[in-house]
């Protein structure tokens, strides 16, 4: 390998069967390094978890977090 040449990882989406391998044909001959395979985009929390409390659940469960933070901060006081 040149010691000039950088490497890079790249993330690429497959709209072929045929290019999966190619990929894994380039992985054979140690020109790439399949990483992962099946990769999917990461969701965030909020929407992943958005709508599973019921509005009251949720409600009483806000009271309780601020409740338990005012003891905290009483008894550090």
């Given at each position: 390998?040149?010691?000039?040449?950088?490497?890079?990882?790249?993330?690429?989406?497959?709209?072929?069967?045929?290019?999966?391998?190619?990929?894994?044909?380039?992985?054979?001959?140690?020109?790439?390094?399949?990483?992962?395979?099946?990769v999917q985009p990461e969701q965030k929390l909020s929407d992943k978890y958005a709508g599973k409390l019921s509005a009251d659940i949720g409600d009483q469960l806000q009271q309780h977090i601020t409740q338990s933070r005012s003891e905290w901060e009483r008894n550090i006081q």
């Open positions: 390998m040149q010691a000039d040449m950088t490497i890079d990882t790249l993330v690429i989406q497959l709209t072929h069967q045929k290019a999966l391998k190619l990929l894994l044909d380039l992985e054979e001959l140690h020109l790439i390094r399949v990483l992962k395979k099946n």
